[in-house]
């Protein structure tokens, strides 16, 4: 398990002006759907661009636990022979989910829909998140929960029916996870699951079902919602997948080049879907230079360069409703406003309570520890910038979350000491390259045990 791995404590030192080009990997949600789609539909699967981040390699493991015959046939390339929903076996073995919310969550939905038992289990991180908002539709969907963790946490056995019943869902928080899981064990209904969300998540479960060959239609919900109806029982269909880089990594060097004066750099080929760039909607409005180019369509998915030039930063009011776009964009976002003149209020973050650690307590304490005046009242964060970080304090704590992790490491380049983290690992599970890719843009990052590759200023 990742949690077991020793802590590699690191350190981000005052760095030149960013330059050059870099491409991110790839989505992470799009990975992990790719190989658990892959597994659903009888054929070969072939996915290019596929993250090898540990959280996606973790749900490759759990697909071929399940029947799916997974290869690695080259860096990002990769191939799924799957065995289609009626030949899922029951795994010998505890799928181990390492640190992954979304690999796990979705792989419930698959077991919990199928008749077939699963033990699903993860690290520290993992056995802290709620599953409770998971195992509650899939119960109503014929799912039977044999054993859990208190408050319905991992370790837990779940079992499917032979059939799931196909029900009405709205889902009780705004999260991807709990609507996918949903229409993974709809599959195996016989009639329409409907997922109902009062605000619009990311969407490419949806969308892919549809290009794996499932009958899926989408459609507003009140004002800010949608309705999502699946015919239970298709024949998904092999296909391709080309995996377009992840806006969520993105992010990190978007913010660096932000922050760093004199910055300018181009990050080539990131997804756009409206669904997930919150954070630029949110940054350009806080004066950030940020243009898109060469937009163009991959698998899908709309894609573009993005070119950002150092910017002075002012405080925003960030809606509530905009936080499904951006969720996993705080930490970085609250970096970019502690660089900012004046204050950022970034409302409704209650979902970010459940992330990989408390989110909202972990960016204040970090940001405190930087220096950086910040507080929370009830679900807001409010940063007051002060167009710069003073940096060098305690190490801030990254309690197993790799945005946490990748986040501080940002602020360090431009405060003004060194910003140190306990521990870097956990960085492997969404963006293994993230120290070399920031080195390589002249970012001055050390990893201890690690020999700096790319210098910058100290
Ligand atoms: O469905 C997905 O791929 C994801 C959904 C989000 O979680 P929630 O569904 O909990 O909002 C996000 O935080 C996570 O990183 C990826
Ligand atoms: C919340 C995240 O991931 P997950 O829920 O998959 O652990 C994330 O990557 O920020």
Redesign the pocket.
Same mark, same amino acid.
């Given at each position: 398990m990742s949690s077991s791995l020793p802590p590699s404590p690191a350190r981000s030192r005052r760095s030149g002006a960013l330059t050059g080009r870099a491409r991110v990997p790839g989505d $992470?949600s799009i990975s992990h759907r790719s190989l658990i789609l892959g597994l659903l539909s009888v054929g070969e699967t072939r996915i290019e661009g596929l993250l090898e981040g540990e959280?996606v390699l973790a749900t490759g493991r759990a697909c071929a636990a399940l029947g799916a015959t997974v290869e690695r046939l080259a860096a990002g390339r990769w191939r799924v022979s799957g065995v289609g929903v009626g030949a899922l076996k029951s795994p010998a073995e505890t799928l181990d989910f390492g640190?992954? &919310?979304? &690999?796990s969550r979705l792989m419930m939905g698959v077991v919990g829909g199928h008749p077939i038992e699963a033990t699903f289990d993860g690290d520290a991180s993992l056995r802290s998140r709620p599953m409770r908002r998971i195992l509650d539709p899939l119960e109503k969907m014929g799912a039977l929960v044999v054993s859990a963790a208190e408050g319905g946490r991992v370790p837990l056995t779940l079992r499917g029916p032979n059939r799931t019943i196909p029900i009405t869902y709205e889902t009780p928080a705004p999260s991807a996870?709990i609507k996918s899981a949903v229409l993974l064990a709809g599959l195996n209904a016989p009639g329409v699951t409907t997922v109902i969300e009062r605000e619009a998540t990311r969407d490419h479960t949806e969308r892919m079902l549809k290009a794996f060959g499932a009958e899926v239609t989408v459609e507003p919900h009140g004002a800010h919602g949608r309705a999502i109806r699946l015919v239970g029982e298709p024949e998904l269909r092999a296909t391709q997948i080309s995996v377009p880089a992840d806006p969520?990594s993105a992010a990190f060097a978007l913010v660096a080049a932000l922050v760093t004066p004199g910055s300018e750099i181009v990050i080539e080929g990131v997804m756009t879907n409206p669904l997930r760039t919150g954070l630029m909607t949110t940054l350009i409005e806080m004066g950030a230079d940020v243009t898109l180019s060469d937009v163009h369509e991959v698998g899908g998915e709309e894609v573009a360069d993005i070119v950002v030039r150092a910017s002075r930063l002012a405080g925003v009011d960030v809606p509530p409703e905009r936080a499904p776009t951006m969720i996993?964009e705080y930490p970085i976002l609250a970096v970019a406003a502690a660089f900012a003149e004046g204050e950022t209020r970034m409302r409704g973050l209650h979902e970010l309570r459940v $992330?990989?650690s408390d989110r909202l307590a972990a960016v204040h304490a970090g940001l405190l520890a930087c220096g950086v005046e910040a507080r929370i009242e009830g679900d807001d964060l409010i940063v007051t910038g002060k167009g710069g970080v003073p940096g060098g304090g305690e190490p801030v704590a990254t309690h197993l979350d790799?945005?946490i992790a990748m986040s501080f490491l940002v602020m360090g380049l431009a405060s003004e000491r060194p910003v140190a983290i306990d521990d870097a690992a956990m960085i492997a599970t969404?963006f293994p390259d993230f120290v070399p890719l920031m080195r390589g843009l002249g970012a001055a990052i050390d990893v201890e045990g690690q020999v700096e590759l790319h210098g910058a200023s100290s």
């Open positions: $992470k959280d640190n992954a &919310g979304t &690999g996870q969520s996993d $992330k990989e790799h945005r969404s």
